[in-house]
């Protein structure tokens, strides 16, 4: 005789959906939906980026008792047929400083920072180091450029590069080498327009 088997228990069937439930579910993919939308809506295309030709500024010497200088730049941007759009820009700054201590067995090096700003009150991005006799620092340091500028004929920012060492440690000169390059872009448009040039000059 064959033992019969127990019946195998049947899985729990999901319960059935609401009207309500389904207005959530599609309320929901409409939502995402029009945020995608929205994205892409506002994202805005920009021309690919025109560099300067690099600048190379003055060198320049800073002492305890001068521990700060600043250099200002101006910043161009033109097109022989300018469209009716608007420009952007960023300018990039390299430095080399060369700490040479007044005594040379003095072992506490300062710092030196050069900060980049096109605002009267002197902030924007930081570069930041400490300074050795031995090895050359490097620096560098990029700033975007504001505001944007309506390219209706050519565009100008100044910014200011800052120089700033620590006055309060050792004695000593840094010597200072730098240069600085700007690229701009102009926004709402996938081509450069024709004769799109940029140039950094000082003052």
Known sequence: MRRASPPSSPEA?????TPGSRARFWAARLVLFVACVSVVATSQATSPDVASEEHVGAPLS????????TRQLIVRASATRPPAKRAEADLSVRVTARWIPADPSQTVSPWLKVILSDSQDGSGPTAYGILTEQTPLILEGVSSLSPDCELQASCEWR???????????????VELEWTAQAHARVVDTSSVPKGFTVSVSAP
């Open 13 to 17: 069937a999901p319960p059935p959906a």
């Open 62 to 69: 800073l002492t305890n008792e001068a521990p700060k200088a």
């Open 159 to 173: 910014a200011n590069v800052n120089f700033e060492m620590q006055d309060n440690t050792s004695a000593g000169t």
